[in-house]
C-alpha cells in the first residue's frame, strides 16, 4: 500500500491540517507521500519533507497551480494515483480538503469517505453523520481509498524527517476557473481551528462591540484564539469564520470558555470535544452547564472583567 | 439559462435522532422528513435568478423514492418551473447519486446546477464535487455569493478563514452555503400551484447507471456524551480549578 496526502499551502508554509493528515495517514502503516502542487513551491516542499513518517515528497510546479484551482488539482492526483500505484489519498478535512477529495474519488470511480476520525485499517473507518449526533462505521473495499479526515481527531506529524523531494511533471491545466481574489482575516492570535485555548461568545455579548470590549482582553491574557456561536455570527458581532459548530469550525483545544452561549446542538457538535470547557452564563439552565467541567453561572459582564484581573494577579 | 437544483429528502432538522436498537441503522419511521435546508438555500438562490431575469427555467432533480415528490413539491412551490424524480427505493450513495444527475444534465443540458453543500442526515459534502467532476465542468463549493456576468459565473466562497471569490466558465456547479440567502416561506396559493407543475417520474433503470452502494454501514452508535460538570461558587474558584485541577493554565 502506497498512501498520498495532499498538502494545502500558500507555496511557502504547510497548513497545519495537513499535518494531522499525515498523522492520520501513518495508521496504515504504510508508505506516506505528500505532494505539494504548486508554483515556486520549494519551501512548501521542504517543510513537508522535513515532517516525521514521511517517505517522499511529489512536488510540481507550474503557474496554472498557484492558486490550486481544485478541477486542476483533481485531474493531477488522479494521474498520479493512475501513474505511480498510490492506494489511497488523504487530505485534512478542511475547506480544501472537503471540496477536492470528492472530486478526485469521481475521477477514479471510487466512494469518497468524509470526515474520518477513526482509521482501524484499510477500508475500515469511523465518522459522524447528524451533525456528530451518531457514529456510523464505515467499510470500504475500492481499490484507491479517499478520505478527507477531521484533524483534531489526529495527532499531527512533527518535525524530523529528511524525506527526498522529486519534481512531477505537471498536469494538465483545465483553465475552467480562475482565483479573482482572497479575504483572509489577519489576526495576531492563533489561529482557531488549532488553539490550545479558545475563548468563544455567544449571543448574551450583546453587540460587537461588547464582544471585543470584554472577550479580547481575556483572549490576550490566556493566549487564546477567539471563536462565536452561530447565534452571534448571524447577529453580525464577528465575521463567519469565527464560527465554532458542526456549520464552522471544528475545534476541540486543551480549554474552550464559552462566554453567554446557551449551548445549541448545533455549537456543541463544534466543541464537545474539547478537554477542559468552561461555560459563563446568566441562565442557570443553559444547556452549555450540562457539557461543562466550570461551570459559573453569573453576568459575563461582570465575571469577565472579574476573570481577566485574577488570572493577571496569578501569573 | 436553464438551472439545476438537486434536492434531497433528509430528517428535519429540529428533529433529534435515535439509533435503532439493533444499531443498523437511524429510526426513521415516524420521523418528520424535509427538504434538505441546504438544497432550500439552493432553490431560492436559483429562483432568484429567474426572477432577475438571468434564468429561464429551473428544474428541481431528486434521487430517491416516491416519497421524494414531497420534496420536489416543496422546491416547485418555492418556484421551481418542473421536476424530475429519479425513482429508486434502492440505497443510493453519492457517487451513485453524482452519476444518475450527470445523466438527467445530459437529457436536460443545463448551464449551471446548484445544489446544497451537504445533505444534514449524512453530511457527506461530496455530491456537487462528483457531479462537476463527472461532467467536467468548474465547481464553486460553500457559496455565500453568486453572480451571473455573461458565460462567466462570479461565486464568492466560504474558506478556512475567510472568503474566495472565483470566476468561472459556464456549465459549471455551484454548491449553497448558510450565509447565500434566506429561503422564502412557500405561500398558500405557491403550494396549491405547485400541485400542478409538471413532475416526471423516471425509474432509475431508464438511466443505465450502476448504483450499487460502494460503502457498507456497519455500525451506528451514539459517540459518548460528556457528562455535566460542577458550578464552581466565583471566579476565585474557577481559577483555582483551572490551575490546580484541571492544570490547563
Redesign the interface.
Known amino acids: 500500500m502506497k498512501v498520498l496526502v495532499i498538502a494545502e499551502h500558500d507555496n511557502t508554509k504547510i497548513a497545519g491540517a495537513t499535518l494531522n493528515a499525515v498523522g492520520a495517514a501513518q495508521q496504515f502503516g504504510a508508505e506516506v507521500q505528500v505532494l505539494v502542487a504548486g508554483c515556486d513551491s520549494a519551501a512548501a516542499a521542504n517543510e513537508a519533507a522535513a515532517l516525521a513518517g514521511v517517505a517522499g515528497v511529489v512536488s510540481v510546479n507550474a503557474p496554472y497551480y498557484r492558486d490550486q484551482p ?2 486542476n488539482l ?1 485531474v493531477l492526483v488522479a494521474g498520479l494515483v493512475r501513474n505511480e500505484g498510490f492506494t489511497a489519498v488523504l487530505a485534512g478535512g ?3 480538503g ?10 477514479l ?7 474520518v476520525v477513526s482509521i482501524a485499517g484499510v477500508g475500515r473507518y469511523v465518522r ?15 481499490p484507491v481509498q479517499v478520505l478527507t479526515v477531521r484533524t483534531t481527531a489526529f495527532a499531527a506529524a512533527s518535525a524530523g524527517g529528511a524525506a527526498a523531494v522529486r519534481e512531477v511533471v505537471a498536469g494538465e491545466d ?12 489577519k489576526s495576531e492570535r492563533p ?1 482557531l ?1 488549532t488553539a490550545r ?1 479558545v475563548v468563544s461568545g455567544g449571543r448574551g455579548l450583546g453587540s460587537g462591540d461588547k464582544y471585543r470590549e470584554v472577550l479580547e482582553p481575556l483572549a490576550d491574557r ?1 493566549g487564546a484564539a477567539l471563536g462565536a456561536s452561530r447565534a452571534a455570527v448571524d447577529a453580525g458581532y464577528v ?3 469565527y464560527q465554532v459548530g458542526q ?1 464552522g ?1 471544528i475545534v476541540a483545544p ?2 474552550y470558555v464559552a462566554v453567554g452561549i446557551s449551548g445549541a ?1 448545533q455549537h456543541l457538535a463544534g466543541m ?1 470535544d474539547s ?4 461555560a459563563i452564563n446568566k441562565d ?1 439552565d443553559a444547556p452549555i ?10 453576568d459575563l459582564f461582570e ?1 469577565i472583567p ?2 481577566v484581573d ?2 493577571g494577579a ?1 501569573q | 439559462m436553464k438551472i439545476l437544483v438537486p434536492v434531497k429528502r433528509v ?1 428535519d432538522y429540529n428533529v ?2 435515535r ?1 435503532k436498537s439493533d444499531r443498523s441503522g ?1 429510526e426513521l419511521s415516524g420521523v418528520k422528513m424535509a427538504i434538505n435546508p441546504f438544497d432550500e438555500i439552493s432553490v431560492e438562490e436559483a429562483v432568484r435568478l429567474k426572477e432577475a431575469g438571468t434564468a429561464t427555467e429551473v428544474i428541481a432533480v431528486s434521487c430517491g423514492s416516491a416519497a421524494s415528490q414531497e420534496t420536489l413539491r416543496t422546491a416547485l412551490a418555492m418556484g421551481a418551473d418542473r421536476a424530475i424524480l429519479v425513482e429508486t427505493d434502492a440505497e443510493l ?3 451513485a447519486v ?1 452519476k444518475l444527475l450527470k445523466a438527467v444534465a445530459e437529457r436536460e443540458q443545463p448551464q449551471l446546477v446548484i445544489c446544497g453543500k451537504q445533505a ?8 456537487g ?6 461532467m ?7 457559496a ?1 455569493k453568486v453572480v451571473v456576468e455573461g458565460e462567466t459565473l ?1 461565486v464568492t ?13 459556464l456549465p ?1 456547479v455551484v454548491t449553497s452555503d ?2 447565500l440567502n434566506e429561503p422564502r416561506y412557500a405561500t398558500l396559493p405557491n403550494i396549491m400551484k405547485a400541485k400542478k407543475k409538471p413532475l416526471d417520474v423516471i425509474p432509475v433503470a431508464d438511466l443505465g447507471v450502476d448504483v450499487a452502494p ?10 459518548p456524551t ?1 457528562k ?5 461558587a ?3 474558584d ?2 483555582a ?3 490546580n485541577d ?1 492544570k ?2
Open positions: 481544485v478541477e483533481a478542511t475547506s480544501f472537503k471540496n477536492l477529495a470528492p472530486r478526485i474519488a469521481a475521477l470511480d471510487v466512494a469518497p469517505v468524509s470526515d459522524p453523520i447528524y451533525a456528530g449526533n451518531v457514529m456510523v462505521s464505515v467499510e470500504s473495499d475500492e483545465l483553465a475552467v476557473s480562475r482565483l479573482v481574489g482572497r479575504e483572509i482575516s489561529e481551528a485555548i490566556l465575521p463567519n469564520d456549520t469550525k486543551d480549554l446542538i464537545k478537554k477542559v470547557i468552561v442557570p452547564f450540562q457539557v461543562a467541567d466550570f461551570g459559573l453561572v453569573g465575571t472579574q476573570l485574577g488570572l496569578n | 430528517v433529534k435522532v439509533v437511524v450513495q453519492p457517487l453524482g444534514i442526515d449524512d453530511d457527506a459534502n461530496q455530491t464535487q462528483i457531479l462537476a467532476a463527472l467536467g465542468w468548474g465547481q464553486a463549493t460553500f455565500s462570479r466562497r466560504e474558506i478556512d478563514g475567510g472568503l474566495e471569490t472565483l470566476e468561472l466558465k459549471a448558510l450565509r460502494r460503502l457498507r454501514h456497519t455500525q451506528y452508535s451514539e459517540p460528556r455535566a460538570g460542577i458550578k464552581v466565583d471566579v476565585a474557577l481559577i480549578k483551572l490551575k484541571a490547563v493554565i
